[in-house]
């Protein structure tokens, strides 16, 4: 990269993180010598960026300290619509209206000559949303239940057509291309199970709230999935 990328870099760098990065690091991160480090921070410091730095604990951005307008190289902006329009198609409806405002606030901070250059609409990358409203029924209600560790009681049907009611506890979401599913503890088997939205009847949150434990949690989840010798049961 040239010089200018470095510098750019150096500041995303920097004010991405609470606390300081040394000259090492940061020569690391970016493949060139710390003495080429001291001189770029150097360099920003004479162009009024508020850069400080102490010996033996690295340099970081003050606190409200004037930095230059967020830049994105146009492959991380392609990234980004791209992203974008994966969760407006596949991820609920509030997650949906989110990514608008987000994309308004990207948009507002770029520069004229990138709004002219780039064409921010990439009409090359397509995501149909055929099956949003039939993969993601209850999704923005799990995400809350998730985040409040709240419980919740489910009425569900298998793909055999078995229906069942159970009390749950709800640890994560998973969008496997076409659906999602909700990892989550089943009271009712005492162990983990995996539920497709779609196949969700009712879904009603309960009072009592629940606390992940050493044994019981998603990374629980994914370590017994991955592991040969326990098997799920499918529902």
Request: net charge neutral; proline share 4%; glycine share 6%.
């Amino acid at each position: 990269m040239n010089k200018a990328e470095r510098l750019l870099q150096i500041v995303n760098l920097l004010r991405s993180r609470r606390t300081a990065m040394t000259a090492a690091q940061l020569s690391d991160r970016l493949g060139v010598s710390q003495r080429t480090i001291y001189r770029d921070v150097q360099a920003l410091t004479l162009s009024g960026i508020s850069v400080e730095g102490e010996a033996g604990v690295g340099y970081q951005i003050r606190a409200g300290g004037s930095v230059p307008p967020l830049m994105f190289t146009p492959d991380e902006l392609e990234a980004l619509m791209l992203g974008a329009r994966m969760v407006k198609a596949w991820g609920g409806s509030e997650l949906g209206s989110s990514v608008d405002s987000a994309l308004t606030k990207i948009h507002a901070v770029l520069p004229d000559e990138v709004h002219q250059t780039q064409n921010l609409n990439s009409p090359w990358l397509i995501v149909p949303d055929f099956y949003q409203q039939e993969s993601a029924p209850f999704s923005d209600d799990l995400r809350k239940l998730i985040k409040a560790s709240c419980k919740a009681k489910l009425s569900y049907q298998r793909a055999d057509g078995h229906y069942s009611e159970r009390v749950i506890w709800p640890l994560g979401l998973v969008y496997w291309g076409r659906t999602w599913t909700l990892v989550a503890w089943c009271e009712l088997r005492q162990s983990y199970r995996s539920f497709r939205l779609d196949r969700m009847h009712h879904l009603e949150p309960l009072a009592q709230r629940f606390v992940s434990t050493g044994s019981i949690n998603l990374q629980g989840f994914l370590a017994q999935v991955c592991s040969p010798e326990d098997q799920l049961d499918s529902l």
